[in-house]
């Protein structure tokens, strides 16, 4: 979880983890519900699976007084990854019969 700019002040825009980490759920509070707007690519990276777009939001309509977070998640995104996740798992477990 993190941007351009923070990625970039930390290790470099060009220092590769996508390799270790393949899915990057991108913060950028652009008030856009989408994957590309605003999206520059780094750290390997060359699309999100998530993006925040707004965040730091005190509303009164859920839990008065609360700061909450909207994320995105495209189609592709994080449900793709569990199911994935999940047929792996069951292919990987093995009953032997003995």
Same mark, same amino acid.
């Given at each position: 979880?993190? !941007?351009? !700019?923070? @990625?970039?002040? $930390? $290790?470099?825009p060009n220092? *590769?983890?996508?390799f270790q &980490?393949?899915?990057?759920? +991108?913060?950028? +509070? =652009?008030?856009?519900? *989408?994957?590309?707007?605003?999206? =520059? %690519?780094?750290?390997? @990276?060359?699309?999100?699976? &998530?993006h925040?777009?707004?965040?730091a939001?005190?509303?009164n309509n859920c839990? %008065?007084?609360?700061?909450?977070?909207? *994320?995105?998640? &495209?189609?592709t995104?994080?449900e793709a990854?569990?199911?994935n996740?999940?047929?792996?798992s069951?292919? !990987?477990?093995?009953?032997?019969?003995?």
């Amino acid at each position: 979880m993190t !941007n351009y !700019n923070s @990625w970039s002040s $930390v $290790v470099g825009p060009n220092f *590769d983890v996508s390799f270790q &980490a393949q899915y990057l759920f +991108w913060v950028n +509070w =652009n008030g856009i519900q *989408d994957l590309t707007t605003g999206f =520059n %690519p780094f750290g390997g @990276w060359n699309q999100p699976y &998530a993006h925040q777009y707004a965040g730091a939001i005190t509303s009164n309509n859920c839990v %008065p007084g609360i700061n909450v977070s909207y *994320d995105y998640l &495209a189609d592709t995104g994080f449900e793709a990854i569990k199911k994935n996740q999940t047929r792996r798992s069951a292919k !990987n477990r093995t009953i032997s019969k003995t």
